[in-house]
Nanobody
Framework: QVQLVESGGGLVQAGGSLRLSCAASGSILTIHQMGWYRQVPGNQRELVAAITSGGGTNYADSVKGRFTISRDNAQNTVYLQMNSLKPEDTAVYYC??????????????WGQGTQVTVSS
């Protein structure tokens, strides 16, 4: 079993910054791609940013130049630095990780979500 625990969400004014963290633990053999998604009630969950085990990154057009994804492979942790936040960034942010476990099963795991609210 693998657990993803997110932290760092909260309330911030427009133009401010937040840093999200997500730590993976459990029966982890290898963590492949990690990423962040977000969801607003009534909308589909959308990809915000993703990072491969080698450090390659991918961003949604709406966050390019403002958000930075990074990871610490030794700590099994992924981060999302969010700068110049806008009210439209308000959402529940979910961490995800593609993990191969000790029994050689690969699966996409999800965190519980953390609320980010940007006030205008």
């Amino acid at each position: 079993q693998v657990q993803l625990v997110e932290s760092g969400g909260g309330l911030v004014q427009a133009g401010g910054s937040l840093r999200l963290s997500c730590a993976a633990s459990g029966s982890i053999l290898t963590i492949h791609q990690m990423g962040w998604y977000r969801q607003v009630p009534g909308n589909q969950r959308e990809l915000v940013a993703a990072i491969t085990s080698g450090g390659g990154t991918n961003y949604a057009d709406s966050v390019k130049g403002r958000f930075t994804i990074s990871r610490d492979n030794a700590q099994n942790t992924v981060y999302l630095q969010m700068n110049s936040l806008k009210p439209e960034d308000t959402a529940v942010y979910y961490c995800t990780a593609m993990v191969t476990t000790f029994i050689k099963i690969t699966y996409d795991y999800w965190g519980q979500g953390t609320q980010v609210t940007v006030s205008s």
